[in-house]
């Protein structure tokens, strides 16, 4: 493994813990009212325009120089858009801990997607490192899923679904990988944030925020350090990294999420989840090396 390489791991660990407090800033807003498209919004708008605001601060150019990399972007921003909204919805009905695993197993996704789509070579100790990997996650969910309610369901399907649209953004902003990861970002999440503020208000999900305490917090957090610095993390991350060995280190959030869920919002570890973390590392383990 190259110096760059480790770093690449380096960094997307780093946006992985990140990502896994998003989950308890999620349960933080639904106990304060905040719709779930809505906050959603409130998560990629500020940041997409915190970013614009670095980029004229810092004097970057804000065009994008290939028309390729305007399809890029706009791909990514309704993938982002499709995942956020998909997993804050699903979230509502379950644990933190458990909307972090299931939000964040788009490495099942991504490898197989970046064999069709960008003809990249999965090594076999790759394949093998998100089986073990999957097979981790699974061990965790296993207390949850059996203590799942059949309207769940549907909450299960939306997460699963924003984990396919998650992998969908990971190879579309590796496509982009080579430009400033601030413009990228700023683009990306400008346009997710617009395609959800237009979603929850024909959902009617638009409703007055109280912007107080742990409200506050809980946006300040998904937008600017879950969203503004763990994406730039993640893109950076992506240009020393294939898709198929940066998507299997996605398998960290649920281990950072059932941390912080345990840590902030006092749910539950139990030994079987445990094991299964440690199971997901061995997996992680084989195929970032």
Known sequence: MTRQQSSGIVLAACACALFGGTWVA??????????????????????????????????????????ADAA?????????????????????????????LLGNCAPLFS?????????????????????IGAL?????????????????????LAMLGGALALAFSVLALKRVADLDPLLTNAYQFTGAGLALTLAAALATQLAPVPLRGPTLLAILYVSLAATTLGYILWTLALRSLP??????????????????????????????????????????ALAAS
Do not use: M, Y
């Open 26 to 67: 999620v349960k933080v807003a639904q106990s304060n009212g905040i719709p779930p498209l809505e906050f959603a919004a409130l998560r990629a708008l500020p940041a997409g325009l915190v970013l614009f605001a670095l980029c004229v601060v810092l004097r970057r150019s804000l065009k994008l120089p290939r028309r």
């Open 243 to 284: 898709v198929s060995r940066a998507s299997t280190l996605i398998f960290l959030v649920p281990i950072f999420g059932h941390v912080w869920s345990w840590l902030f919002l006092r749910e539950p570890v139990d030994a079987l989840e445990l094991a299964g973390a440690g199971i997901a590392l061995i997996g992680i």
């Open 136 to 156: 981790g996650v699974a061990v965790i969910a296993a207390p949850a899923f059996r203590s799942a309610a059949p309207q769940d369901v549907g909450a299960i």
């Open 72 to 100: 890029a972007v706009c791909s990514a921003s309704l993938s982002t858009a499709c995942f956020f909204g998909l997993t804050f919805a699903g979230a509502q009905r379950l644990p933190a801990g458990t909307s972090s």
């Open 111 to 131: 490898v197989v997607l970046a064999w069709l789509v960008l003809r990249e070579r999965v090594p076999l100790r790759n394949v093998a490192g998100v089986l």
